[in-house]
């Protein structure tokens, strides 16, 4: 449940947000254009049609920004994140912003403006919309995309500090993470463990979320360590972890099935 509410209380955020940055860029912006717009000017009208124009295309472009960006977490930015595909992200964002802009501007100007096409007017109503376009890209999801890179980071390490030695653990050396008896170990891809003076909590904050998996209150997985999955009674799922640690035959954890639908999809998008 605190998941879930966690998850809507990001979203809601980056939509609150951003709708109040498209109310007031669409203000300013509506009311500088035009000198009958200025508030002091003689024949002043609130130009609350020009600004609701503005709020619309603002909202679409910030949806199209949102989804082709979740495309590109969950296609691209969860294994990599280089030049190269930043570039795909912000052309391809502005490319559908621009089809978009063209689209409404010619429904937009029949419907209210009697047919009657203003090039001028529109190339420069383009250009300061991309130009916004490039900046809200930028700062909405740079903060982000940095943590992803962070995350996912070939040359991540994770560092333990036990009995005052300090041990580092590249990322890719870790199959899975397990709480025993109130102690948090670290079991590596060739079976040896090490033993750390985490939570499972610390440890969670300090790896990413997308190439790892938190599956119950005892153990972190990684998606090389999952042998076997097959699904149990009350809709748990049974899980069989490699490599088989020293002194245990087998190493197998359920996860509830409030879970199970987060695990899978977890796991389909490591397939």
């Not at 509506?30 to 600004?51: E, G, K, V």
């Not at 930015?77 to 502005?94: E, G």
């Not at 033993?195 to 499972?200: A, H, K, M």
Request: with cysteine; net charge positive.
């Amino acid at each position: 449940m605190n998941i879930i509410i966690i998850f809507f209380r990001k979203k809601s955020n980056f939509w609150i947000k951003n709708i109040f940055w498209i109310l007031i860029i669409a203000l300013f912006a509506n009311h500088l254009t035009d000198q009958r717009n200025f508030p002091l000017h003689d024949s002043y009208r609130f130009p609350w049609l020009s600004i609701l124009i503005s709020i619309l295309i603002g909202s679409i472009i910030i949806i199209i920004c949102y989804f082709n960006f979740r495309y590109f977490k969950n296609k691209h930015f969860i294994h990599k994140i280089n030049n190269q595909i930043l570039l795909r992200f912000i052309f391809s964002t502005l490319g559908y912003i621009s089809i978009a802009y063209i689209v409404l501007y010619f429904i937009l100007t029949g419907l209210f403006g009697g047919g009657n096409y203003n090039f001028y007017g529109f190339f420069t109503g383009f250009s300061i919309t991309i130009l916004l376009s490039s900046i809200g890209i930028i700062v909405s999801f740079a903060k982000d995309i940095y943590e992803l890179h962070k995350m996912t980071s070939i040359h991540g390490k994770l560092k333990i500090q036990q009995n005052g030695k300090i041990t580092l653990i590249e990322y890719t050396n870790i199959s899975f993470i397990y709480s025993e008896n109130k102690i948090v170990f670290v079991v590596k891809t060739d079976g040896t463990t090490i033993i750390t003076d985490f939570t499972l909590n610390d440890v969670e904050s300090k790896i990413s979320e997308h190439s790892f998996f938190r599956a119950n209150r005892q153990t972190i997985l990684h998606s090389r360590s999952i042998e076997q999955v097959r699904s149990i009674e009350n809709g748990k799922l049974s899980v069989l972890l490699k490599p088989i640690i020293s002194n245990k035959k087998t190493f197998q954890i359920n996860i509830s099935r409030y879970k199970k639908q987060a695990f899978n999809h977890w796991l389909e998008k490591k397939l």
